[in-house]
């Protein structure tokens, strides 16, 4: 079997640990440190695809991983173990540089579940996963495909040009902020105003990932 991590002599069951540390990372899991932290990160790592990994899912994963094989004298000697699924254990994953993709002043990427939408000022693009330079947070990718219409004739559209009084001005400057508000790179010299009406911002949030604060409960 490729992917045994452990030596059986009748009874006995020893996990050789630079065999587990490959398996791990073979099947996407990996370590890295987040900028400015001295903790790592476990991740899990399907292509260029990130989600956030835990010990406990580490452990799930490798025990119906054994479960599977019919491996049941392994998967009960690792399923009583004190020390495989430790923090202390797991740190000798491989550590990995992660290099995040992100908008950029003239570039923004929108993922979805069919590719990453790259969108400039000369227009939209579809581009798949394996061609992207860079990895992408699962959690961040909009949970349908995106599809390219004809039209760009929409509700929200015409609730833009409605708030703005058909004033061909008021609605470049609401499109604007708009683009703005979507693109997440932000240059600290220009900012913009972001308060955001509640229509707005549920229609952004089909888009981005967005939090609210509450400056209310804020004094300053």
Known sequence: MDDKFWEQDGNKIKIVPHDY????HKHGFAKYYPEGSKKPTYVYIQENKVSESSVDLIKDFVLNYLKDKEEMDVYDFCAKSVYLFTESHLNMLESIDMKIL???RDVSYIPFLNGVVQVTKDGIELISYIDVD?????????KR?????????????????????????????????????????KDKTDQKPEGIHIILKH?????????????????F
């Open 21 to 24: 540390g490959k398996f791990l």
């Open 102 to 104: 992100q908008d950029t």
């Open 134 to 142: 860079g990895y992408i947070w699962k959690e961040q990718i909009i």
């Open 145 to 185: 495909d995106f599809t390219r219409l004809n039209s760009h004739d929409n509700n929200f559209q015409d609730f833009v040009h409605k708030v703005s009084a058909q004033d061909d001005e008021r609605i470049r400057a609401m499109e604007s902020t708009l683009g703005y508000l979507i693109h997440t790179f």
């Open 203 to 219: 229609n952004l949030n089909s888009l981005r990932h967005i939090v609210v604060i509450d400056l209310v409960k804020y004094t």
